[in-house]
């Protein structure tokens, strides 16, 4: 089992920064994607980025790519998303998610965390 924890959201004006956390625990995270999803209200839930333990290797959707940047500090089993000039289309409610397999979608992800909600005013 993963269990997965995401921490750092909130309420910032357009134009601003917030960087989310998500600190995992389990057996063999070295094997695992780790991937950022978000969900606006009424919409489906949406493939933002994703980062492997062993290697660093990372993977944007279009819509982000630019703006957010996602990294991981092993040590701390933490990933991390940072998002620069966010927009009020970045409401959401943001959740990281492990997976053994795949990338961008998200039957593939095993794990989920319960989320942190950001909202960002105009």
């Known amino acids: 089992q993963v269990q997965l924890v995401e921490s750092g959201g909130g309420l910032v004006q357009a134009g601003g920064s917030l960087k989310l956390s998500c600190s995992a625990s389990?057996?063999?995270?070295?094997?695992?994607?780790m991937g950022w999803f978000r969900q606006c209200p009424g919409k489906e839930r949406e493939f933002l980025a994703v980062i492997t333990w062993s290697t660093g290797r990372i993977s944007y959707a279009d819509s982000v790519k630019g703006r957010f940047t996602i990294s991981r500090d092993n040590a701390k089993n933490t990933v991390y998303l940072q998002m620069n000039s966010l927009k009020p289309e970045d409401t959401a409610v943001y959740y990281c998610?492990?997976?053994?397999?795949?990338?961008?979608?998200?039957?593939?992800?095993?794990?989920w965390g319960q989320g942190t909600q950001v909202t960002v005013s105009s």
């Open positions: 998610a492990a997976t053994t397999r795949g990338l961008w979608f998200e039957y593939e992800y095993e794990y």
């Open positions: 389990g057996r063999t995270l070295s094997a695992y994607r």
